[in-house]
């Protein structure tokens, strides 16, 4: 009884519905629509998009028209209801229209400009170029109205606009390729965008009706969705007020996909997905707001088992694999681990010595104590303070050399000493002093106007790209121009002066808030996202900053240096690029970034801290070894990277397997490269090999593209055999010595591989030494090899 | 995932060949046999069509040349339009050239001039880009570090692909640096031009680790590189990351490179006599253009000269008349002529542009900024019908009055004489198809 209580149940609810949202329709004035969105029954948990295979009928077809796709326009002023029908059942939404009797006048900046947006017409390769497209300038993304109306309502003679035939209008006539346009067609006559435009035109083309107000966001459904290979899903986007009125502006968003070969989508909101599994992100654009709908297409019959966790890392890493189904690879071997935690964390290869001693260790957590080893080592500043001179841009030419000392030095002192990365922050913002002296002042001798600083800063510590908006609104965020000379307005108080010594002092100053570009306003310094700043008893504005970018709740800094950090272990960022967060340019494993930015709060900005939790999960762990399942996988982490060693580390590596010191120009012998602080000291090694100049805070600067030079300089060059050959390198040591061939092998293998070679191996390395070949020959032949091959060239 | 780059409704030649190429490429290339493998599959893929053209020198005039001063000039227009110079008497009855194009005037029949070429970036990056591979950019001007599978491939690179090694001399080389518009783009670095990172001009010119270290002989190399390629074996079957197999492409290259005497030969520009040196001027555009020639000579498919220094916002006459338009008349002039005396003009094709025009009307600082609505492209050899000018602009070369020919006009005619099928596609790694060029026609009347 009970049984047939329950299957009855079902019956009827699987009779009764379809889920339909919204669940009522407003349809407010001529141009406006309403995009409805029917759902499936679940399936496996899953919920399809039924947008386009339900039945629409509207009850009264004087009131509204629907369309099959599920679009409803208004007809006239009134009340009816869309029946919606399909196998699954039917649903009902009530529908008003109201606003056509005497609707409220066209609004310019709130209305006309995203017509004119979606059409393309300010787009920056069209009429919003900075010259504008043949007389005809648009702001780009129209960035500002005013200039906009002014240049359809007042320029051009007056021709673009003809409010007694609004239709003949070059505007209209132009857009609808009706007379000869350069850029083709760009709005269907008749279609909502036209009637708008038209309507504007013969309302008087106003720059302010008042019929509108300003919208404050908008909200994209659905905002995630699983499709399989080949499904699609409409999105429906409204637009929200800031008094909470909604109304829907789906036909008038503009969307893009991060991944079209994965997910791409149309004009009209369609999401497709293609053949291929992976992860999309569907960018909307509206009046300047931005949503995303991420949209995953799993790979199909995947048995995924979850690998052990050693920490929240693997947790939240297996959760998104699991999502795609895709398998993770197998734990790399004792050597693999070795090698790849010698290079990340020291920029150096490990020694024979201590490769033999850890592949003969048992202990059970000899991964970990290895971790906390190298963390402790001298080379870990070193390496450290090389990277982070790149990125803060310590060069030579341009701080001089006492100031690229000064500040490789402070670097230094700053990972040896593993200050917190909040507090190194501050002190590079808030930096004084002379250039030469303790200290990273001579970021501000490379970096000298206030817009330099808020670009260069805000990509290096917050992760966030400004400089768009330093002359329009940023196309893909929130920071429009205001923002861009709001933050400049920190740096203002920043003094430059010559000191006897010819040296350059930083002083700091009371600043004063910038004035914008376009009008003269003056606008408030305030951080992103932040209220304006307060100033008063603040002898330095960049303090405010610097509390601003430090506190627990800032947004940006925690993820942005996690992200950061996270590229250089796992070879690639969550978010790529590394220094460009934001709304539209997600992390590929969202849950994952955030978690990590809580962890390095938790740990209080601890660098060693946080690079002990990347290392010892087990996804750091991963062998590099790929299967049919995952070797297509580039930004799931399922298995480690291949990375190309840095210039400098590459060097210091060869340097070390044939134990012959480079001699750096002007430099005491023994000195390391990762250690050279002179950015541009001439070297070809360095130049092929992509060590950066040091002209942007971009970590991007680092080229690991291989090349045909490359190849040419390690297998061929002078240079490199004359360090196989050393008489004092490794190379001589071996053959004038007692071991044997094989013995000598094992020896190489472990200097450049940090392993023992396999017997295929040991065979192929020990015929150099065949027919009686000249021992030293032999040696050096082996080497060769070793050194070209790919595991010796990359990390992995 | 690289089976799914195979979809079933490629052309069958197409799939094959991609295939059998990805099989080479995953099982090591290092292995001695699969470099003639390599090229019988390249040859494969290449279509067979009558080519006109053997090879393409493709000069590059980065910043935007001043051709309303040079291939172009209007002399009834007001002074601000026409600037200080004059236009002189060609070759050809009622073809003329401006005045520090004297060289060229003489050979105007052995060239053809294109006025009409016009497109709508006006970006040096972006403009570069879009003119090297036919697509509009996916980054904005200036931006330098942008992910390969956005990137389109550039003609070199396609070139590269289409019709393979003719010797050992690598089919795509740019010099005496990297053209900035001038990669694979997705192809992958396999198809990434040979750059020869040192000028010609100067005195100790080497391409440098080309010549065999002392005490390594022709057979110890060969011997460690059989070490090499045996010791690598232990990861057959498995793919590796994208970046250390593109290492072992190099690798093999490289190995062709330094074994080879005609490569070696093809680079050795000073073999050739000071007469000769002279003649093409003692100009880094000279030297390149003269070791363009040699290296087409060694068989190498397409030579991308990048030039720069004509991006000239102020002052901009002096600096033509001095420097550039003298180094670019001078070289260019001498390389068709040395071309057509050696009998390889008919089978090389000489194109010389930039990534834009400049504004006719010179600006405060007595500069001409970007223009790339209109610019006048020179074209020389390679099936070209010589002594014509095609195309006509307005009264002040602003804007072309016959039909406008695009970037993608230029692209297809340039692979048509090479006897590339332009009609062909290749799919991105993730797997959206991109044809070899994005629409254009023949140009007509060229060739």
Not at chain 1, 481 to 495: I, R
Request: hydrophobic content about 40%; overall charge neutral.
């Amino acid at each position: 009884m009970v049984q047939a209580v329950a299957v009855l149940a079902f019956a009827i609810r699987a009779q009764a519905e379809i889920r339909v949202s919204p669940a009522a329709v407003v349809l407010e004035g001529p141009e406006s629509s309403q995009q409805l969105l029917a759902w499936s029954r679940p399936i496996d948990g899953r919920v399809r998009d039924a947008t386009r295979s339900v039945q629409y009928e509207a009850a009264d077809p004087r009131v509204a028209s629907v369309d099959a796709d599920g679009l409803v326009l208004p007809l006239s002023e009134g009340k009816t209801e869309i029946s919606i029908r399909s196998a699954e059942g039917a649903a009902r939404v009530p529908v008003e229209v109201i606003g056509m009797v005497r609707p409220k006048p066209i609004v310019f900046d709130l209305q006309v400009i995203p017509t004119l947006t979606k059409a393309g017409c300010n787009a920056g390769g069209c009429h919003g170029k900075a010259e504008g497209q043949n007389g005809f300038k648009l702001s780009v993304f129209g960035s500002n109205s005013h200039a906009d109306w002014d240049a359809l309502v007042k320029e051009g003679r007056g021709r673009r606009l003809f409010p007694a035939a609004p239709e003949r209008s070059l505007l209209l006539v132009k857009a609808t390729a009706e007379m000869p346009h350069g850029g083709g067609q760009r709005i269907d006559a008749g279609s909502l965008g036209y009637r708008r435009l038209r309507r504007w035109i013969a309302e008087g083309a106003r720059f302010d009706g008042g019929g509108a107000s300003p919208i404050a966001g908008i909200e994209v459904e659905p905002a995630q969705q699983i499709l399989l290979a080949g499904e699609t899903q409409q999105l429906r986007v409204t637009a929200v007020d800031a008094a909470g009125a909604r109304r829907c502006v789906t036909v008038e968003a503009d969307y893009e996909s991060n991944a079209a070969t994965i997910a791409d989508v149309t004009r009209r909101g369609l999401i497709q997905a293609a053949e291929i599994p992976g992860e999309a992100a569907i960018l909307v654009r509206y009046l300047g707001h931005v949503a995303v709908c991420r949209v995953t297409i799993p790979r199909p019959g995947v048995q995924f088992v979850r690998p052990p966790e050693a920490n929240f890392i693997d947790r939240l890493a297996w959760d998104k694999l699991q999502r795609l189904g895709i398998k993770p690879s197998d734990l790399a071997g004792d050597a693999v681990f070795l090698r790849r935690a010698h290079l990340d964390v020291i920029g150096t290869l490990p020694s024979v010595e201590e490769a033999r001693e850890f592949l003969a260790d048992a202990s059970a957590d000899k991964r970990a104590r290895l971790i906390d080893r190298l963390l402790a080592r001298d080379e870990y500043a070193d390496y450290w303070a090389m990277r982070f001179s790149d990125l803060l841009r310590v060069d030579r030419d341009r701080v001089t050399a006492p100031g690229a000392i000064a500040t490789t030095r402070w670097l230094h002192r700053q990972f040896a000493e593993n200050r917190s990365f909040d507090e190194f922050a501050r002190q590079v913002v808030t930096a004084q002093g002379s250039v030469a002296g303790d200290g990273p002042a001579a970021f501000y001798r490379v970096l000298d106007t206030p817009d330099a600083l808020a670009r260069s800063i805000s990509q290096l510590f917050l992760g966030v790209r400004i400089e768009c908006a330093q002359c329009h609104h940023h196309p893909s965020e929130r920071w429009g121009q205001d923002d861009y000379y709001a933050l400049a307005g920190f740096f203002t108080g920043v003094t430059r002066k010559n000191l006897p010594t010819g040296q350059m002092a930083i002083f700091s100053r009371v600043g004063s808030d910038l004035p914008h570009p376009r009008d003269g306003r003056i606008v408030a310094a305030r951080a992103l996202g932040a209220a304006p700043a307060e100033f008063s008893n603040v002898p330095d504005r960049r303090t405010v900053l610097a509390d601003w970018m430090t506190a627990p709740d800032n947004p940006f800094f925690a993820a942005a240096i996690s992200n950061r950090l996270w590229a250089h272990y796992f070879g690639r960022g969550l978010v790529e690029p590394i220094d460009d967060l934001r709304a539209t340019n997600p992390a590929t494993n969202e849950p994952l970034l955030s978690a990590l930015a809580d962890h390095l709060r938790e740990v209080r900005f601890d660098l060693k801290a946080f690079t002990r939790t990347l290392m010892n999960s087990r996804l750091y762990q991963l062998s590099s070894q790929s299967d049919e399942s995952n070797a297509s996988d580039e930004q799931n982490f399922s298995h480690a990277a291949w990375k190309a060693l840095p210039a400098e580390v590459l060097l210091d590596a060869i340097v070390e397997v044939a134990q012959s010191p480079e001699k750096f120009d002007g430099w005491p012998l023994g000195y390391r490269a990762i250690q050279i602080w002179d950015n541009r000291m001439p070297s070809y090694f360095f130049q092929i090999f992509g060590r950066p100049v040091r002209a942007s805070v971009c970590e991007c600067e680092r080229s690991n593209e291989p090349s045909i030079s490359q190849a040419l300089h390690l297998m061929n060059s002078p240079e490199i055999s004359a360090k196989l050959r050393d008489r004092r390198g490794r190379v001589r040591r071996l053959a004038d010595s007692a071991l044997t061939p094989s013995e000598i092998v094992d020896e190489l293998c472990l200097a450049a591989l940090s392993r023992f070679p396999d017997d295929r191996e040991r065979t192929v390395l020990l015929s150099a030494f065949d027919n009686g070949a000249d021992r030293r020959a032999a040696v050096e032949d082996a080497l060769w090899t070793l050194v070209n091959s790919k595991e010796f060239l990359y990390n992995h | 995932m690289r089976h799914e780059m195979h979809r079933s409704d490629q052309p069958c030649r197409e799939r094959i060949t991609r295939r059998r190429m990805l099989h080479v490429g995953g099982s090591g290339l290092l292995a001695g046999l699969s470099l003639p493998r390599l090229m019988e599959l390249e040859a494969l893929a290449s279509t067979g069509e009558q080519a006109k053209a053997q090879a393409c020198i493709f000069l590059f005039l980065e910043g935007g040349p001043s051709t309303i001063d040079m291939w172009d000039m209007k002399p009834e227009a007001p002074i601000e339009i026409r600037g200080p110079f004059r236009p002189i008497a060609s070759s050809v009855p009622g073809t003329f050239v401006g005045e520090h194009c004297p060289l060229s005037a003489r050979i105007a029949h052995k060239f053809t001039i294109l006025r009409s070429h016009s497109h709508t970036d006006n970006g040096h990056s972006t403009g570069y880009h879009y003119l090297m591979t036919g697509y509009k950019p996916d980054f904005a001007d200036g931006e330098t570090r942008v992910p390969n599978n956005v990137l389109y491939p550039s003609i070199g690179s396609i070139v590269s692909r289409e019709l393979g090694r003719r010797t050992s001399v690598p089919p795509y080389i740019n010099l005496p640096h990297p053209m900035r518009g001038g990669g694979p783009g997705f192809y992958g670095s396999r198809f990434a031009p040979f750059v020869i990172e040192s000028d010609p001009v100067q005195p100790d010119f080497e391409v440098k680790d080309l010549r065999l270290v002392e005490g390594v002989s022709r057979e110890r190399l060969d011997r460690r590189r059989r070490m090499l390629d045996a010791f690598e074996q232990r990861d057959t079957g498995r793919p590796a990351s994208g970046r250390a197999e593109a290492m072992a492409t190099y690798y093999e290259k490289a190995h062709t490179l330094i074994t080879s005497p005609e490569a070696r030969k093809a680079f050795d520009i000073q073999a050739e006599s000071e007469s000769t040196r002279a003649r093409y001027g003692h100009t880094s555009l000279g030297q390149c253009a003269l070791l363009a020639r040699r290296l087409v000579q060694g068989g190498c498919r397409f030579v991308g000269i990048d030039h720069s220094g004509w991006d000239s916002h102020f002052t901009i006459f002096p600096s033509l008349e001095k420097d550039m338009l003298p180094h670019a008349d001078r070289a260019f002039s001498a390389l068709v002529e040395d071309l057509d005396e050696r009998g390889m003009l008919d089978s090389t094709l000489v194109v010389m542009m930039g990534e834009m025009g400049r504004t006719p009307r010179v600006n405060a600082a007595a500069g001409r900024d970007h223009w790339s609505m209109a610019q006048s492209v020179i074209f020389a050899g390679g099936g070209v019908k010589p002594g014509q000018v095609l195309g006509a602009t307005d009264k002040q070369a602003a804007y072309p009055v016959t039909d406008p020919v695009s970037i993608q006009d230029i692209l297809r005619t340039l692979f048509q004489q090479l006897g590339i099928d332009t009609t062909k596609t290749y799919l991105t790694p993730l797997g959206r198809p991109v044809p070899i060029v994005n629409g254009g026609r023949i140009i007509p009347g060229l060739v």
